[in-house]
């Protein structure tokens, strides 16, 4: 089996391999490829990579290459894990909508949509070039902001499915907290990509014992400080929110906490600095302990799990991931990406049915999937008043003064970006 990831010179890719590793018997693959313009960090990451096969007695093959077509020829499955800009755009992102008040965050209000705008355009070329050379490859994006960039492959009919690691986060903290088996907890897990709510939490599979109440009630506090949110709004939601969803239940208070630190985009490049010195080290054979602060936890599980199932092998049947509404939320267009549990198999993605959710999490679903669809068309259509729509439609602007100043920012600070522009 031969898999390719598209951003493999990533910082985060040791995790990726790691997986791999541990989970042969899952996903047997014979070669993968990382593919990255960045030598330098590509041979950095690739040198250890192969380090952590033989350490875990992998016979695959690993293949670096900054020749995307060569890359991708023959796979069975891509993974896409990119950061147009890296993490110098990202810092933008996370800076100038603090100046109008607003939150400055790479997935979500104005910091995500210049993410978007950056980002569609790239993947749809990657995207095509894989569908020439591998026409019956999988792709599996992990490319930021999921939802969106999922939509964007969909609607151009590619074989995709977008994958979080929010979920699987959720998953472990609460089997752990249950002292279960994770692979028999399961959640009922519903909304957009980084905009979900755990309305259950279930033992035994779909139609298991909620152990939600039990988890709110014993585990309640421990819950609300790693959300950072306060522990009464828990139990009067009697749901667990995304971590996310700060940005929205807590706005301004989030937004006086970033104006008054540095922004994660700085602490992540340092972060990256001491990464890749760990991994130019030819003695390190695992993936560092940092790594864990970096982002992206399980994401490794994830990936495997989901491709084991798209390529016919022993991934789990029913996985969340981002994929076509197709009624599961009947007051979204069936052609919404919604992020929720799926059975998954060789023929991609069918969504679990969803109970008719509360109009207080259904209609910020609704909001946030018309700010998508506006996001989309400014992203493949490009124009300043696509933007401004955009940013006005997002419940987190809302506010015509702010979307004008935020769309000359966004264009001001992305133009290079911005074919259009």
Request: hydrophobic share 45%.
């Amino acid at each position: 089996m031969r898999l390719a990831v598209v951003g493999g010179g990533s910082t985060y890719t040791p995790e990726l391999i790691d997986g791999f590793a541990r989970m042969r018997d899952t996903l047997p693959v014979s070669e993968l490829v990382l593919i990255d313009p960045a030598a330098d960090r590509l041979e950095l990451v690739g040198g250890l990579a192969r380090r952590i096969f033989a350490r875990q007695g992998h016979d695959g093959r690993i293949v670096t290459t900054r020749d995307l077509d060569a890359g991708v020829a023959d796979a069975d499955a891509v993974l896409l894990q990119l950061r147009v800009g890296g993490q110098a755009a990202r810092q933008q992102d996370e800076t100038w909508p603090l100046e109008c008040g607003c939150v400055g965050q790479e997935t979500t209000g104005a910091g995500g949509l210049a993410k978007a705008l950056r980002t569609v355009p790239v993947v749809l070329g990657i995207a095509e070039r894989v569908r020439r050379a591998s026409p019956n490859a999988w792709i599996i994006d992990f490319t930021n902001p999921v939802g969106i960039v999922t939509r964007a492959l969909l609607r151009a009919g590619h074989r995709a499915v977008g994958l979080c690691n929010v979920a699987i986060g959720l998953q472990r903290k609460f089997a752990k907290l249950l002292d279960a088996d994770p692979a028999g907890v399961h959640l009922d897990h519903v909304g957009l990509n980084h905009l979900t709510w755990e309305t259950g939490v279930r033992l035994g599979g779909p139609d298991g014992t909620d152990m939600l109440p039990r988890l709110l009630a014993e585990h309640g506090d421990a819950i609300a400080d790693d959300l950072r949110l306060p522990r009464p709004l828990l139990d009067r939601l009697g749901v667990v929110p995304s971590y996310y969803l700060r940005y929205f239940y807590a706005h301004d208070e989030v937004v006086r906490e970033l104006r008054t630190k540095p922004s994660r985009a700085a602490e992540v490049a340092e972060m990256e600095r001491r990464l890749l010195t760990m991994y130019g080290d030819p003695a390190l054979d695992e993936k560092p302990d940092l790594l864990a602060r970096r982002g992206g936890a399980f994401y490794s599980e994830a990936a495997v799990d989901l491709a084991a199932s798209l390529l016919g092998g022993a991934g789990s049947p029913v996985q969340v991931v981002n994929t076509w509404n197709e009624g599961t939320l009947p007051f979204l267009p069936d052609d919404a990406v919604v992020e929720v549990q799926a059975r998954v198999g060789t023929d991609g993605a069918a969504p679990l049915a969803v109970p008719e959710l509360d109009p207080l999490y259904a209609g910020l679903i609704a909001d946030v999937t018309a700010y998508e669809d506006l996001a989309l068309d400014a992203a493949l259509r490009g124009g300043r008043d696509r933007v401004f729509k955009a940013l006005l439609a997002h419940p987190l602007i809302g506010q015509y003064a702010y979307a004008e100043k935020l769309t000359d920012q966004l264009i001001a600070h992305n133009r290079e970006h911005l074919a259009w522009a």
